[in-house]
């Protein structure tokens, strides 16, 4: 019978993140669902956990309340409907405003993304120089935030000036897709794709390759639908090989085969090792790049038990399994109404596997209004960006004459939107802005900076050094001596 866990005097606007140990008895593995009831509003998914037989696993999530509640009850429960003995221990609940969330943020982003600076000013002898003036600029980011980029900005001086204005990363929205580089069988064309990549390559920003294959089978090409056995297996091992010579080391991350919680077209007609085999494939043409698992509904829900937490981790032990070089997660991103002690629940389990976490393509529903995405989006970027386990954040903006997939930062003249004004105020936020100081008496000026490179001016008398250094990431304070 399901179990359930009473909480009274729930408030309005206060996130809560809650855990709680749960055991089932008589069943294999069983996916435990929390759902939340209130007088007036159910919750259908607050946080799930893969349960072993006679094991306790810990189950973490949380939930923010629309209106408050006098009594509201959590439900446990199998997600397939089928009855089970669920016994739950241990539980707690942890109520936050939020700014004592915004607080905790700020905390993990100033010892996470941030790093103390001191800078040594002296003369060719070693002694101190006190005085000195000290000018730092930062010239470039560590931390990755990127947009996709779609054909629309091929000649498009606007559009360019606009990105590279903003952004350090780019992914190619279609472009790269197997339907878009071979509609038709043995006809491949790389021309849009290699006018995009020398886009990239000349304003030195990072891409991802995305994506080698799509499980989807609505988004491979129709004739390749059409193939079977040998055939099929012959046009993607072809389909590797074209791609990865065009553009070996040319992309940071490569999407190997795209949403494969949700979709197994390839394995179905190449058997349950075809996965493996592209992974093993794509690493052996590229072994610098890191390749990734990439699917949606991992964060933006724990309702959809194909996406869970759990089967995205139970997916990677598998391909790790068989030797597969899988070494990035993939969180796509699509929200609608972000649950934001969820999404960390989330992430703090994916990062106990200790590998790089990049939310690769954010953006917000467009059944909310402009104002509405923007407060969501930037729930998202701050909840992304301030922990420590994502590497890089990517959104899911590239424009077109009719608008976006979802959500625009822009209108078609790049006036910002509201959501546009949301990144561009985060951008600003994480970065340092200009450092100006005087040398103390040991002949040295201290600061904090964002993680990156930087440029440094110092001025003593009639004496003037320029000299540059990388901010890496470190407990340690960064030393920076500078000779006049």
Known sequence: MPSSLVLYNLTYDTIYSFSVWVKVEYSD???????????????????????????????????????????????????DGKDVDIDIASQSLQPFTQHQWRINQQYIINTKRKR?????????????????????????????????????????????????????????????????????????????????MQFVRANKIIARGHNIFWEDPKYNPAWVLNLTGTQLRSAVNSRIQS????????????????????????????????????????????????????????????????????????????????????????????????????IRAILDKLATLDLPVWLTEIDISNTLDHDTQAIYLEQVLREGFSHPSVNGIMLWTALHPYGCYQMCLTDNDFNNLPSGDVVDKLLQEWQTSSVQGITDEHGSHSFYGFLGEYRIRVEYRNKTINSTFSLCRGEETKHVPVTL
């Open 116 to 196: 103390a600076v001191t800078v040594h000013v002296s003369d060719p002898n070693g002694r101190k120089l006190q005085g000195a003036s000290v000018f730092v600029e930062q010239i470039s980011k560590d931390f990755p935030i990127g947009s996709a980029i779609a054909k629309t900005i091929l000649g498009n001086i606007p559009y360019q000036n606009w990105f590279l204005k903003r952004f350090n990363a780019a992914v190619f929205e279609n472009e790269l897709k197997w339907y878009a580089t071979e509609p038709h069988e043995g006809s491949v064309n790389y021309t849009i794709s290699d006018q995009m």
């Open 243 to 342: 791609l990865m010579n065009q553009y070996k080391t040319e992309f940071i991350h490569w999407d190997i085969s795209n949403e494969m919680l949700h979709f197994d077209f390839y394995e179905q007609r190449l058997g349950p090792n075809a996965t493996f085999h592209f992974f093993e494939a794509a690493h052996e043409s590229d072994p610098l790049a890191t390749l990734f698992m990439n699917d949606f509904n991992v964060v933006e829900t724990c309702s959809d038990v194909n996406s869970s937490v759990d089967a995205y981790i139970s997916r990677i032990r598998e391909l790790r399994q068989y030797g597969v070089f899988m070494d990035g997660i993939g969180l796509e991103g699509h929200f609608t109404i972000p649950n934001l002690p969820l």
């Open 29 to 79: 593995s069983v996916m435990i669902k929390a759902k939340l009831e209130t007088e007036n509003e159910t919750y259908n998914c607050i946080g799930t956990v893969l349960a072993k037989r006679g094991c306790w696993s810990f189950l973490k999530g949380g939930f923010l309340l629309n209106s408050p509640s006098n009594s509201s009850t959590i439900f446990f429960h199998n997600s």
